[in-house]
T-cell receptor, first 112, second 114 residues
């Protein structure tokens, strides 16, 4: 039982490059999330998927797109990376209100 | 505006003492509040959830209180150990709907010295 798995763990991009962060959960959770974490800012919600087939914007969606490929997988795409997107990205999943969130180990992204 | 505030300064305590961390929120009416632990380079890990009708919740050396009048939650670690050193995050769901969308505080770093 792996929980939430994110790939890659580290990535360096040049400004303007694109990439996709992958996330998969094996707990049969309905809801999945992408957060970014910056020093002094805490975790901020980028996009979320309440259930398979739906996605919606969070607090800081600009510059990102997401795909809920199936119930297990939720990917985050940066179409044209900018230095402001340098951050640690976390994927999470839950099984509804009042339940704990399970997080992946994070992706440390640097945009130069 | 809506805010969740945790003390941004690190809390330094000696081993064996009780650590108390504070989470204050403004302009939310959450049905429950959660606490997470985060170690460097790792994702947050769930610790406890407390509901609005619960005054206190305990799990081993951990205790959480929730005061909806003060809009505050306190997180206590009794008989603290160096292994308790980490950043602790509080989180709440502002929507109280059929879908959970957690909003997190910035976290408080706890350092327990031997």
């Amino acid at each position: 039982n792996a929980g939430v798995t994110q790939t890659p763990k580290f990535q360096v991009l040049k400004t303007g490059q694109s990439m996709t962060l992958q996330c998969a959960q094996d707990m049969n959770h309905n809801s999945m999330y992408w957060y970014r974490q910056d020093p002094g800012m805490g975790l901020r919600l980028i996009y979320y998927s309440a259930s398979e087939g739906t996605t919606d914007k969070g607090e800081v969606p600009n510059g990102y797109n997401v795909s809920r490929l199936n119930k297990r997988e939720f990917s985050l795409r940066l179409e044209s990376a900018a230095p402001s997107q340098t951050s640690v990205y976390f994927c999470a999943s839950t099984n509804g209100p009042g339940t704990e969130a399970f997080f992946g180990q994070g992706t440390r992204l640097t945009v130069v | 505006s809506q805010k969740i505030e945790q003390n941004s300064e690190a809390l330094n305590i000696q081993e064996g003492k009780t650590a108390t961390l504070t989470c204050n929120y403004t302009n939310y009416s959450p049905a429950y509040l959660q606490w997470y632990r985060q170690d460097p380079g790792r994702g947050p890990v769930f610790l406890l959830l407390i509901r609005e009708n619960e005054k206190e919740k305990r799990k081993e050396r951990l205790k959480v209180t929730f005061d909806t009048t003060l809009k505050q939650s306190l997180f206590h670690i009794t008989a603290s150990q160096p292994a308790d050193s980490a950043t602790y995050l509080c989180a709440l769901d502002p929507m109280n709907t059929g879908f959970q969308k957690l909003v997190f505080g910035t976290g408080t770093r706890l350092l327990v010295s031997p």
